[in-house]
C-alpha cells in the first residue's frame, strides 16, 4: 500500500504550493516522465487519444469554469463524441439537491434568494457550516437574526454557527430523516400542518402523514440523540412562521442516501407552506463557484442546456437541429459510474477539466487506481495536479475567474459576469480555445469570436437563459433564472405557481417524497468505535490546491479533532500524532481537541491531501439517484503511536 | 400568501440646498442630497455600508434654525429645510477639523484630503512639530494586515463592520478613554491572538489606510505602488458557490489587491478570507 508515497513523520506545516503550467506536457508511456510539447503536438496527441476511444468515453467538466466553458464541453461529449457521459464534481457534493429538488418541484435550483433570508421569521441551518463555509451568505443571515429572525441550527456538530442560534440540535451523523420525520409528525399531530396549501399544491399527503406516523418525538430522540422537547420547539416554530427558510449544504447531501434526506427537508417546506412566497423558500448553499451554472449548462449526463430533460423528444430535437447532430436518446453515466465503468474498462478515454478526482473522490485510491486503467486521459487545468500526474496529455489552461471572461451562476440563481484581469502564463489557453480545437481535429469546425458567442447560442436554447444578455448582466449586477425574457424580470423566488388561484397556473402538484431512514453505510463497531465526518476551514478550500498558495494565519494544517472526553480516553494530547485507520486506509494526523465535538464523534477536512490523505478514509457508498459519496460518515479507530500490531 | 415588502411609501421632501430648490426622499440625508444635487462635501467617518458615525465632523452644513452646525452624513432631510453648504461658518469648521487631524494623524494615505486641505486653505503645520501624534511603528504581526495607528483618525467604521452591522466577528474594539482611547484587538494583542477572521472588512471600510493589506503596505514601502498603473477589473469570486464579485486591483498583470463593489447585491461590499486573499494561486507562475 503506497508506501513510496507516505510522507515522513517530520511534518512541513506549509502547505503544498502548485505553480502554474505555462505549456503543453506529453508522455509516450505512463511510466515515462512528461516532457514539454508544442500545442500543435498535444492537441494531435489527444484527438488521437480520444477518436480510438470514441465509443469509450467520458468527459469531466468543471463546476469551478464559466458556464460558457461548461457549454462548449457539454456540447463536445455529446455532438463529437455522440455521448452524454458528462458530468463534473457537483457529483460529489450537490447533485442530490438538484436530484430532490428537480424531483419535487422540476426544477434543480435552490428557491429563494439571499435577500430574503434577511425579512425571514425563523431560518433552519441542516448540515450547514455557512459561517465557515459560505461566510457572505452567512452575512445576510446575520441580518435576518438582527432583523428578529430565530435561527435553529441542526448539525452533528455545535458550529461557529451553531453559536448563533437560538436552538442547537446536535443529532448523530446520518439521522436526519429520523428528525425530519418527527418535524413533520409533530406537525401534523399539533394541527400545524397547512392543509390548504397541502390539498391544492402537492401530493401524496396521506403517504407521507402513514410514513411519519411510527415518528414520535420519543423514537426520534433514541435515534437523534437529540431531546424531544428540542425537536417539538423546532417544528412548533417552523410551522407556526409566518415565513420560514431552510437552508442546507453538504451535511445533508454527501450521504449514501442523500437525494432522501433533500426530500425529507423538501417535505416540511410542503406541509407548512414555506415554498414559493418572498422570505419562504429551501436554500441548499452550493460548495463551488459553478456548480449551479455547470449543471444549468447541461454538463450532466441526463439534462441538456437550461436544464432541459434528454428524454424529452421535442427537446432532444430543438438541439439537434441547433447542432446539427443526434443526441443519444438516453442518460449518460454520471461521474461515479463513470469510474465504475473505468473499472470494467467500458470506459477508456477520459477529458478531464479543472478537475482532480484522484484527490476529491471518496476512496481516492481506488480512484487513481481506475483512472490509471484508462487507455488515453487528456487533463487540461492550470495546475500540473495528482490527476494530471496520471495523464497521457497535459492541457495548460487559463484560471476561470481571472484570466477570462464569461459568466457563472450562484447559489441564488444568479448569473453573473466574470471577468479577465490578467494574462495568463506562458502559453497557457482558454479552456473554450482549445476544445474547439480538439473539435476541429475531430471533424467539427466551431467558431465562437468570444465568451459572448457561445452565451447567445446557450441563450438561444434555454428559454431560462434567454432574457440575460451581457448588457442586462452587467446592468443588474447579475440577473437569477428564470429570465426569458429581455424586458422583465422574473420574482426573486420560485415556484410561486403552487400559490396560485386557477388550477391550470398551478401545474402539476409537488409531491411528497415518500423516503425511508436508513442508517450510514460505515457502520461503527468494536473495532471501528469512532464516527468521522468531515467538513470544511474558514480560510481553506477543497483539496488545497487553490487556498494553499496565501499565507493565512488561520491555518494550522491537518488534524484529526476530537472531542475533549475521547481525547483523554485515548490519552492523547493536542499536537500528538495517531493513528487513524478505517475500512479502507490508514492516516497518520496530529491530535486537535475541539469542544464542539462529542464523545464517539471525530472531524477531519480535505483540505490538506498531500500532508494527510483523508479521502483514504472516506467510504464509497453512494447515493443510488444522484451518485454522491458519504463523506459525512465513515467509521474508524484512533490509535496512539507506535501502533503495537500491525492491521493488515 | 405574503408579498414582497414594498415598505411605506416614501415621499419626496422639497428643501433647498445653497438658495436652490431641491427633492430627496424621506428617510434620506443631507449628504444624500448634496451629491444628488453635484455638491463635493468631504466626508471621512461616513461610510456608505454603515450608520453614520458622526465622528470627524469634516461634513458639517448650516441648517437655518439650527444653533450648531450639523452633520450632512446623518442628519435627515425635512421638509422646507434650508441647507447651506458653502458658508463661511461650515468653512471654518470644516478647516479647523482639518487641521487638527492633519497634524495629529498622518494623513498621506487618505485619499482626497491633500484636496481638501488646499480648498479650506487648512495649515495643519501652525501647531507646530510638537503637535501631539502618536509616533509607533506600524503593527505587522501577520501576513495579510497591517495595522498602523498613526494614520488612524478614531472614526469607529473598522469597529462597526466587524461588529454587529456586518461582519459580527467583535475582533476589533476601542481600548482605552479619553485621549488614550485607540483601535485595538482584545487586550491590545496581536491580531494572530485575537477573534480576526482576516474578512478584511475593516480595511474595506478604513478611510485613511490605517488598516491596509500588507501586499499594499509592502509594495509602498517599497515605493513600487502606483495608483495610476493598476487596473480595476469586476469578477466572480472562484471559491464556495455564493458568488461574491471580487474587483481586482492589477498592476504590472499581478493582483495586488481585491475589493468588492459596496453597491453589489450579494456581497455589499464584504468578503471573506478566501475571496480577499486567496488569489495567490493564479499568480505562482514560477
Not at chain 1, 475 to 484: K, L, N, T, V, Y
Not at chain 2, 157 to 181: E, H, L, P, T, Y
Request: proline letters at 5%; charged letters at 25%.
Amino acid at each position: 500500500m503506497n508506501s513510496d508515497e507516505r510522507r515522513t513523520r517530520k511534518r512541513d506545516r506549509t502547505p503544498k504550493t502548485y505553480t502554474r503550467l505555462t505549456h503543453p506536457l506529453v508522455r509516450d508511456s505512463r511510466d515515462e516522465p512528461f516532457r514539454r510539447a508544442s500545442w500543435e503536438e498535444a492537441l494531435n496527441r489527444a484527438a488521437e487519444g480520444l477518436a480510438r476511444n470514441r465509443d469509450a468515453f467520458g468527459m469531466f467538466s468543471c463546476a469551478r469554469a464559466t458556464n460558457e466553458m461548461n457549454y462548449v464541453a457539454q456540447k463536445f461529449a455529446r455532438v463529437v463524441m455522440g455521448t452524454n457521459n458528462v458530468d463534473s464534481c457537483n457529483r460529489t457534493c450537490h447533485a442530490p439537491s438538484v436530484a430532490g429538488l428537480s424531483a419535487a418541484f422540476g426544477s434543480g435550483g435552490g428557491t429563494s434568494s439571499y435577500e430574503e433570508i434577511e425579512h425571514t421569521d425563523v431560518i433552519v441551518m441542516w448540515g450547514s457550516n455557512a459561517r465557515f463555509a459560505h461566510p457572505i451568505f452567512f452575512q445576510h443571515v446575520l441580518k435576518g437574526i438582527r432583523n428578529g429572525a430565530r435561527m435553529y441550527a441542526v448539525d452533528p456538530r455545535r458550529t461557529s454557527t451553531a453559536e448563533w442560534a437560538e436552538s442547537w440540535l446536535g443529532l448523530n451523523v446520518g439521522t436526519d430523516i429520523p428528525m425530519a420525520h418527527a418535524i413533520g409528525r409533530e406537525i401534523i399531530h399539533a394541527g400545524l400542518a397547512n392543509e390548504a396549501f397541502i390539498e391544492r399544491a402537492t401530493s401524496g399527503f396521506e403517504e407521507y402523514k402513514a410514513l411519519v406516523e411510527p415518528w414520535t418525538l420519543s423514537l426520534a430522540e433514541k435515534v437523534t440523540g437529540v431531546p424531544a422537547a428540542a425537536i417539538r420547539e423546532l417544528a412548533h416554530a417552523y410551522a407556526r412562521a409566518e415565513r420560514a427558510q431552510l437552508c442546507w449544504t453538504l451535511g445533508i447531501t454527501e450521504h449514501h442516501n442523500g437525494t432522501d434526506n433533500v426530500r425529507a427537508l423538501i417535505n416540511l417546506s410542503l406541509l407548512t407552506g414555506h415554498v414559493g412566497r418572498y422570505g419562504s423558500g429551501l436554500q441548499p448553499l452550493r460548495g463551488q463557484n459553478n456548480v449551479q451554472g455547470g449543471g444549468d449548462m447541461g454538463a450532466i449526463p441526463n439534462r441538456l442546456p437550461g436544464f432541459q430533460d434528454i428524454l424529452d423528444p421535442d427537446t432532444r430535437l430543438k438541439f439537434e437541429s441547433a447542432w446539427d447532430t443526434v443526441i443519444q436518446p438516453h442518460y449518460g453515466l454520471n461521474l461515479t459510474e463513470m469510474f465504475e465503468a473505468m473499472e470494467e474498462s467500458s470506459l477508456k478515454a477520459v477529458y478531464c477539466i479543472g478537475e482532480n478526482p484522484a484527490q476529491s473522490e471518496a476512496d481516492s485510491e481506488q480512484a487513481v487506481r481506475r483512472m490509471r486503467q484508462l487507455d488515453f486521459l487528456v487533463v487540461q487545468d492550470i495546475f500540473l495536479t495528482k490527476t494530471a500526474r496520471l495523464a497521457d496529455v497535459v492541457l495548460p489552461a487559463t484560471a476561470g475567474w481571472a484570466e477570462t471572461d464569461g459568466t457563472t451562476t450562484n447559489s441564488e440563481r444568479r448569473v453573473q459576469r466574470v471577468r479577465r484581469a490578467v494574462t495568463p502564463p506562458g502559453e497557457a489557453r482558454e479552456d473554450i480555445d482549445i476544445i474547439c480545437e480538439l473539435a476541429a481535429r475531430l471533424g467539427h469546425d466551431w467558431k465562437y469570436a468570444d465568451a459572448e458567442a457561445v452565451w447567445n447560442e446557450l441563450r438561444s436554447v434555454s428559454p431560462d437563459h434567454y432574457g440575460m444578455t451581457y448588457e442586462r448582466l452587467a446592468e443588474h449586477q447579475g440577473i437569477q433564472w428564470p429570465c426569458p425574457s429581455t424586458e422583465q424580470l422574473e420574482p426573486t423566488y420560485l415556484h410561486g405557481r403552487l400559490w396560485a388561484k386557477d388550477p391550470a397556473e398551478r401545474g402539476v402538484p409537488a409531491p411528497f417524497g415518500i423516503v425511508q431512514h436508513d442508517p450510514p453505510v460505515d457502520l461503527t463497531d468494536e473495532e471501528y468505535p469512532i464516527r468521522l465526518t468531515t467538513g470544511r476551514r474558514l480560510d481553506s478550500y477543497n483539496t488545497g490546491v487553490q487556498s494553499g498558495s496565501f499565507a493565512s494565519p488561520l491555518r494550522r494544517g491537518e488534524f484529526v479533532e476530537l472531542c475533549p472526553e475521547d481525547a483523554e480516553r485515548f490519552g492523547v494530547v493536542v499536537g500528538e500524532e495517531v493513528q487513524v485507520t478505517s475500512r479502507r486506509g490508514s492516516v497518520v494526523a496530529p491530535v486537535w481537541v475541539d469542544t464542539a465535538l462529542r464523545p464517539g464523534l471525530a472531524f477531519m477536512t480535505m483540505h490538506f491531501p498531500d500532508e494527510v490523505d483523508t479521502n483514504q478514509l472516506t467510504i464509497e457508498a453512494n447515493c443510488p439517484i444522484a451518485g454522491t459519496a458519504e463523506f459525512k460518515a465513515s467509521a474508524i479507530r484512533i490509535e496512539k503511536l507506535p501502533v503495537a500490531t500491525i492491521v493488515r | 400568501m405574503t408579498v414582497v415588502p414594498l415598505g411605506i411609501p416614501r415621499r419626496l421632501l422639497e428643501f433647498t440646498i445653497d438658495g436652490e430648490p431641491v427633492r430627496g426622499a424621506e428617510g434620506s440625508t443631507i449628504l444624500d442630497a448634496c451629491r444628488a444635487a453635484g455638491k463635493d462635501i468631504p466626508t471621512l467617518c461616513e461610510g456608505d455600508t454603515l450608520r453614520p458615525k458622526n465622528a470627524c465632523r469634516v461634513c458639517v452644513v448650516e441648517v437655518e434654525g439650527s444653533r450648531t452646525l450639523v452633520p450632512a452624513c446623518s442628519r435627515k432631510a425635512e421638509p422646507g429645510m434650508e441647507v447651506r453648504t458653502d458658508t463661511e461658518r461650515a468653512r471654518h469648521s470644516r478647516k479647523i477639523v482639518l487641521e487638527l487631524l492633519a497634524s495629529s494623524v498622518d494623513l498621506s494615505t487618505t485619499p482626497q484630503v491633500a484636496g481638501w486641505i488646499k480648498e479650506y486653505e487648512a495649515k495643519p503645520d501652525r501647531f507646530g512639530p510638537d503637535a501631539a501624534r502618536l509616533n509607533e511603528e506600524p503593527k505587522v504581526d501577520n501576513e495579510l494586515y497591517v495595522r498602523d495607528y498613526d494614520k488612524c483618525i478614531l472614526c469607529y467604521k473598522c469597529v462597526d463592520a466587524c461588529g454587529d452591522q456586518w461582519q459580527n466577528s467583535f475582533a476589533i474594539s476601542v481600548a482605552g478613554r479619553g485621549f488614550d482611547a485607540r483601535i485595538a484587538v482584545e487586550h491590545d494583542a496581536p491580531l494572530t491572538d485575537s477573534a480576526c477572521v482576516y474578512c478584511g472588512n475593516c480595511i474595506e471600510v478604513c478611510p485613511t489606510g490605517a488598516l491596509s493589506f500588507k501586499s499594499e503596505f509592502d509594495m509602498r514601502a517599497a515605493g513600487t505602488w502606483d495608483e495610476s498603473a493598476q487596473t480595476e477589473t469586476t469578477t466572480v469570486c472562484a471559491y464556495c458557490g455564493v458568488g461574491c464579485n471580487l474587483t481586482l486591483h492589477v498592476q504590472d498583470n499581478e493582483i495586488v489587491k481585491v475589493t468588492s463593489p459596496h453597491d453589489n447585491p450579494v456581497t455589499h461590499g464584504n468578503l471573506c478570507i478566501k475571496g480577499r486573499f486567496g488569489y495567490q494561486h493564479v499568480q505562482n507562475r514560477d
